[in-house]
């Protein structure tokens, strides 16, 4: 059985930081992208980081970019997910998943090409 299990959120300030994983078991995603979105209250999930299968590729959206950080070590098939200069609008529950697709070259940020869907960690930044 597939799981990703997702760790790191919590409440902090405003220009705080944070450090999410998100580690994977019942298969290796060496191969997978491997994706964080999010969702805030009352919103639809979005987009955040991407990272590819080497490692050598990121995508974030815009919101984001000069903040976080995505990583991985593929040896510990873990993702994380560096959060720095945290505001409140970052509010949200976060999630991480794999491309549905191997060795794939781009980085997509479009969530139906991901699967295997975490629970999510809840990430609150106060002001």
């Known amino acids: 059985q597939v799981q990703m299990v997702e760790s790191g959120g919590g409440l902090v300030q405003a220009g705080g930081s944070l450090r999410l994983s998100c580690a994977a078991s019942?298969?290796?995603?060496?191969?997978?992208?491997m994706g964080w979105f999010r969702q805030a209250p009352g919103k639809e999930r979005e987009f955040v980081a991407a990272i590819s299968w080497s490692g050598r590729s990121t995508r974030y959206v815009d919101s984001v970019k000069g903040r976080f950080t995505i990583s991985r070590d593929n040896a510990k098939n873990t993702v994380y997910l560096q959060m720095n200069s945290l505001k409140p609008e970052d509010t949200a529950v976060y999630y991480c998943?794999?491309?549905?697709?191997?060795?794939?070259?781009?980085?997509?940020?479009?969530?139906?090409?991901?699967?295997?869907w975490g629970q999510g960690t809840q990430v609150t930044v106060s002001s």
């Open positions: 998943a794999a491309d549905l697709r191997p060795f794939r070259w781009v980085v997509s940020g479009h969530e139906p090409e991901y699967g295997y």
């Open positions: 019942g298969r290796t995603f060496t191969n997978y992208a």
